[in-house]
């Protein structure tokens, strides 16, 4: 293509030298000139910032960005309330007096003096089944922590290739401008000496004005994406920053089979609501326990009043819970535990149906997107270019119009920004099948070689 690109600078090339020798006239001329201002020359090369590359921009996202930090001090949080959730209440100390005399109350050594200390034991497997509850938010937070990384992985690569794309654009932009100035020098050549009518001039303006329309939408694809792709950085949205890759739409995706299985495993929503459902599994238990009595037992000294036989003496006492008396209360606990068990259960059905129809619909389009990009690559792209080489030497040997030479160079322009837009699609949906899965699509190309060998 940069041959070509070379070829047909130079069939224009002599006319851009007769130019500075010809008479122009005003108007349309002027006009033209005046269009061709908004072209500036190598417009990417202005832009400062480093380069990252894809995996670089995404150990970065997943060190710095703001919502995995708080997913991850929320699962500290919960983590911290693991140790204290079993534990046992508590110990309380208890001071009676007793038979203090009411004509005398500083007289103590009048009064029974008990000293005791006493210790709350909940019923056999409650507090394991306390603890179990609590490492259940833990497992809910982890997942949860891994839905934040899954969705901020998925935005930065449709960040990073945003921007790729509309870099990509300008570069193209790049190439053509020199081509296209040179196309407005020979329009304007011809048309100060009379050999083209003024629908010539008029068409090398649309085609300069189509190239700055182009650098403007770019501009600000280029400017949106830098901004999305440094706040998942977790950096200030203006801040300058480059990507460098390469397109890629030879990824063999695999099968809606492989797809499912691996998604009921491990996409991190479905393990967040099934890591939901085992704790409330565990809190129905834990609410049928509370028919399960609890025991205080307690232990003291006694001083007794002055001149009892036994002044000096020891108590021991113990409590239980009559749990029975209050049915209607615990029964009621434990039919909105098995109801919140019921509900979850539902729900985890429903979210696992949900993502598989995701599934199929990101791998469908995914796949039409693939061979769309194909299309252009292998079919549409080479095809322009031909048309524009047979254009080029038709016109080097006065057979065909300048008009045609310069409809074949837009096409070719055309087709190169619809092809990065069709990649860029390709790249997005391959995105949205990776969320829907909750995993790299080259995590399950490694797994099927494994088992392939």
């Known amino acids: 293509m940069k041959a070509l690109r070379v070829i047909l600078c130079l069939s224009l090339f002599p006319g851009s030298v007769i130019l500075s020798r010809a008479q122009l006239p005003g108007g349309d001329t002027d006009k033209l000139s005046a269009v061709a201002t908004l072209l500036p ?56 007096g007793w038979q203090v005399p009411l004509r005398q109350p500083w007289n103590y050594n009048g009064a029974q003096n008990m000293f005791m200390i006493g210790q709350t034991f909940p019923g056999r497997g409650k507090r394991g089944l306390r603890t179990s509850v609590a490492e259940g938010d833990v497992a809910e937070a982890k997942a949860a922590l891994d839905a934040t990384r899954l969705d901020i992985r998925i935005r930065v690569h449709k960040a990073f290739y945003e921007l790729l794309r509309a870099e990509d654009g300008l570069r193209i932009h790049d190439e053509h401008v020199d081509i296209a100035q040179q196309a407005v020098a020979a329009a304007k050549i011809k048309y100060a000496v009379g050999k083209v009518p003024q629908q010539d001039v008029l068409k090398a303006q ?25 706040t998942r950085l977790g950096r200030d949205p203006s801040a300058p920053i480059e990507v460098r890759g390469e397109h890629i739409i030879s990824t063999q995706l695999p099968s809606i089979g492989t797809l499912e299985k691996m998604a009921l495993q491990s996409r991190p929503d479905l393990v967040q609501m099934q890591a939901a459902l085992d704790k409330s599994h565990k809190e129905e238990a834990l609410a049928k326990k509370s028919y399960s009595p609890d025991f205080t037992v307690s232990a003291g000294y006694m001083l007794m009043p002055r001149g009892s036989e036994f002044r ?75 048309t524009l080489h047979s254009t080029v030497i038709s016109y080097e040997n006065n057979r065909t119009e300048f008009l045609d030479l310069l ?26 099948l990776e969320f829907a899965v909750g995993v790299p699509i080259e995590t399950l190309q490694k797994s099927a070689s494994e088992v392939t060998q």
């Not at 599934?359 to 693939?370: C, G, K, M, N, S």
């Not at 096409?411 to 390709?426: E, M, N, R």
């Open 41 to 96: 020359q190598h417009h990417h090369a202005d832009a400062s910032g480093p380069a990252f590359t894809l995996d670089q921009i995404e150990e970065m996202a997943l060190a710095a960005n703001p919502e995995i930090r708080v997913a991850a001090r929320k699962l500290a949080v919960v983590e911290a309330h693991v140790p204290s959730a079993g534990a046992l209440d508590d110990a309380s100390l208890m001071y009676r």
């Open 206 to 230: 649309v085609s300069l004005t189509r190239l700055a329309e182009h650098l403007i939408h770019f501009d600000q694809d280029t400017d949106i994406a830098r901004a999305r792709l440094n």
């Open 312 to 386: 000096n003496n020891y108590m021991v006492e113990g409590t239980i819970n009559l749990p029975w008396l209050n049915r209607r209360k615990h029964d009621a606990e434990i039919a909105e535990s098995t109801a919140k068990v019921t509900e979850q259960d539902a729900e985890l059905a429903a979210m696992r149906n949900t993502a598989l129809g995701q599934i199929q619909e990101a791998l469908v389009e995914a796949r039409a997107a693939q061979k769309l990009a194909k299309v252009y690559q292998q079919s549409l792209r080479p095809q322009a270019e031909a």
């Open 407 to 432: 409809d074949s160079q837009m096409t070719v322009i055309d087709l190169d920004l619809a092809y990065l837009q069709a990649v860029a699609d390709f790249e997005a949906r391959l995105a949205d």
